[in-house]
């Protein structure tokens, strides 16, 4: 299934965390995009974010640029083997308006600051976004001054702007790349003006006038205002593309990772599982304290809970839960999440075990749920926990109520 099929429903989607990554499901069956790639990440945060989008494409340009449009650009195309992009990157150089702009208004090789292009050889609609060209070159000056250093010892090269833009081209990461050939493709705007837009060298407003100003050269009648704000909608979006994609809540770390990191909003450590280490037996409160942080990860935004590390960073092991091997141990703890939490909270819950010298100790990783998620364990009072700070809180019912009108849909 994926997102063109016929009878696609948004209100089925959730998100799964895996062993190495989070996926969207439909029903039952992971999303695929219309490559037949799984809709996956890494990133919980971005996916959350890509997961909401889709719900919103009915209001979003078909052809246009969004979050999703450029996730499944970088699954479907940039990830295949060859680069037809870099293949005809030389002459998209050739052919680029805005390096042939800087061409007419000094040497391609020199790096000093810009002089002010010469307004009677543009166009009269040129000339309205005149100073954006100024400051779109100010911008490229300062690129190439950043960059000419790696050119020092090839004074020799004809055209040093192609070579530095081809070079950064090359050596981007998977996501630029995807970002700048969308924008290319779907604006017309080649490659000088999407770099510098991908790198921060300029703004979303500035690149949007820039290709203006290009078009209204040959299109006196173009209607600007809503081409740019168009246009700069979906240049928005390649930023927080980028942004939110660089960004990872629950990165795969060690165990010398996380206790370097210490206790706070998205780790916690507790001794035991079930055992009284002060009383010398198994206490159903130790429990509680278990399941009051994984509920509380799971409420908020989730989170990793260290089971076997003591407050101090110091390592006890699941051996003085004294369950007769590793799997019991394993059995009872997704006992208790099942029976005390809901089953349908499996999938955002993993679990393994890992070895801290001679200790073993459980590293229980939680995602966030689509759903609010309360604690309800025999014995004790029902309760909604949220994670506030390094530690775990109750809400009581009016605020339980408005935090869940707030944070969870459907």
């Known amino acids: 299934m994926n997102i063109y099929s016929p009878g696609f429903d948004p209100s089925c989607l959730d998100m799964v965390m895996r062993q190495r990554d989070f996926v969207i499901y439909y029903n039952?069956?992971?999303?695929?995009?219309?490559?037949?790639?799984?809709?996956s990440h890494t990133n919980d945060r971005f996916l959350r974010n890509l997961l909401t989008e889709i719900q919103l494409r009915e209001q979003i340009h078909?052809?246009?640029?969004?979050?999703?449009?450029?996730?499944?650009f970088l699954h479907d195309e940039v990830n295949n083997a060859t680069d037809p992009f870099a293949e005809k990157l030389n002459m998209l150089l050739e052919e680029d308006a805005f390096i042939q702009l800087k061409?007419?208004?000094?040497?391609?090789?020199?790096?000093?600051?810009?002089?002010i292009p010469d307004p009677g050889a543009l166009s009269t609609l040129v000339n309205l976004h005149y100073w954006n060209n100024a400051n779109l070159l100010q911008a490229l000056n300062a690129f190439?001054?950043?960059?000419?250093?790696?050119?020092?010892?090839?004074?020799?090269i004809q055209n040093p702007l192609e070579v530095l833009i081809g070079d950064m081209y090359n050596q981007a990461s998977r996501e630029v790349k995807a970002s700048i050939r969308m924008l290319s493709s779907i604006h017309g705007s080649q490659i000088t003006l999407p770099m510098l837009l991908v790198m921060g060298w300029i703004t979303p407003g500035e690149y949007c006038k820039g290709i203006l100003s290009h078009k209204s050269r040959t299109s006196p009648a173009l209607r600007l205002y809503e081409q740019y704000n168009a246009t700069l909608a979906e240049a928005n979006s390649v930023r927080e593309f980028l942004a939110s994609i660089a960004e990872n809540q629950l990165p795969e770390h060690g165990l010398d990772s996380?206790?370097?990191?210490?206790e706070g909003d998205f780790l916690e450590f507790k001794s035991t599982l079930r055992w009284d280490l002060r009383a010398g037996k198994t206490n159903q409160a130790v429990e509680r304290a278990c399941l009051k942080t994984i509920s509380a990860f799971l409420n908020t935004n989730g989170g990793v809970l260290l089971i076997g590390v003591r407050d101090d960073g110091t390592f006890e092991g699941i051996e003085s839960d004294r369950f007769p091997n590793e799997d019991k141990f394993l059995l009872h703890l997704w006992t208790l999440i099942r029976?005390?939490?809901?089953?349908?909270?499996?999938?955002?819950?993993?679990?393994?075990?890992?070895?801290?010298?001679?200790?073993?100790?459980c590293v229980v990783r939680c995602a966030r749920s689509n759903r609010?998620?309360?604690l309800r364990q025999p014995g004790f009072n029902e309760e909604f926990y949220i994670r506030v700070g390094p530690g775990s809180a109750a809400m009581d019912i009016s605020e339980a109520l408005k935090y869940i009108a707030d944070h969870f849909t459907g």
């Open 372 to 374: 609010p998620v309360f």
């Open 28 to 39: 039952e069956q992971p999303l695929l995009t219309k490559g037949g790639n799984e809709v």
């Open 144 to 156: 190439i001054g950043e960059q000419i250093h790696k050119l020092e010892e090839n004074d020799d």
């Open 339 to 361: 029976t005390c939490l809901g089953r349908d909270v499996s999938p955002h819950i993993l679990t393994r075990l890992e070895k801290g010298g001679d200790k073993t100790i």
């Open 62 to 72: 078909p052809a246009g640029i969004d979050l999703y449009s450029l996730f499944e």
């Open 258 to 262: 996380f206790l370097k990191s210490g």
């Open 103 to 115: 061409r007419k208004t000094a040497p391609v090789s020199e790096v000093a600051e810009m002089k």
